[in-house]
């Protein structure tokens, strides 16, 4: 157990929907890292948060957006679901700002339909 | 850009000792990370170089040569639960996971 929580686990929609995609980090850990995993590829990095602030963006779609609340949790929000949004998310949290070591948490499997 | 290249797969039997290279193309660099991945978990961390040299944990170790833009992970006493996908990771201007390297351990 790597301490970074995400909810929910599963989730299953439409195309065209729009989705919210929470994780809880390591507790002191201040930055907040998103990914995408798409089936039996890699991991897509989407962006980081330090301490409430935007540090680092990756190859986030325009319809993808992410913030980190004062209580230093983090949703991603997902609009305009497409088929191959389908992929697994995992946030990732590290102590400071730098991303050497980063613990992940066990990931959401988005479904779209 | 940033980008990094891995083989895709290396196979090896119990005890033996495997070295997954990644070559890195970067914008600025800080670090060079290593992760292991099994199938439908997360990736969990195993090492990071900043610096050039070689970095020891346990039977695993990590090398970097950052004139060669170079890496590798050495696993040595090779044992089944060894069998999992491992992903490079190079912290530069972004954060960019190479490609990742399936390992089967066979008996």
């Known amino acids: 157990d790597s301490g970074v929580t995400q909810t929910p686990k599963h989730l299953i929609t439409a195309t065209g929907q729009r989705v919210t995609l929470r994780c809880s980090p390591r507790s002191g850990d201040l930055s907040v890292y998103w990914y995408q995993q798409s089936l039996d590829q890699g991991l897509q990095f989407l962006i980081q948060?330090?301490?409430?602030?935007?540090?680092a963006k990756g190859n986030i779609l325009e319809r993808f957006s992410a913030q980190q609340f004062p209580d230093l949790h983090s949703e991603l929000n997902l609009s305009s679901l497409e088929l191959g949004d389908s992929a697994l998310y995992f946030c990732?949290?590290?102590?400071?700002?730098?991303?050497?070591?980063?613990?992940f948490g066990p990931g959401t499997r988005l479904t779209v339909l | 850009g940033q980008s990094l290249e891995q083989p895709s797969e290396v196979t090896a039997v119990e005890g033996a000792i495997v070295q997954i290279n990644c070559t890195y193309q970067t914008s600025g660099f800080y670090g060079l990370s290593w992760y292991q991945q099994h199938d439908g978990g997360a990736p969990t961390f195993l090492s990071y170089n900043a610096l050039d040299g070689l970095e020891e944990t346990g039977r695993f170790s990590s090398f970097l040569s950052r004139s060669d833009s170079y890496g590798y992970l050495l696993l040595q006493e090779l044992q089944m639960k060894d069998s999992a996908s491992y992903f490079c990771?190079?912290?530069?201007?972004?954060?960019?996971f190479g490609p990742g390297t399936r390992l089967s351990v066979l008996p």
């Open positions: 990732a949290s590290s102590v400071g700002l730098a991303a050497n070591e980063q613990f």
């Open positions: 948060y330090y301490n409430g602030e935007e540090r």
């Open positions: 990771a190079v912290e530069g201007q972004n954060f960019v």
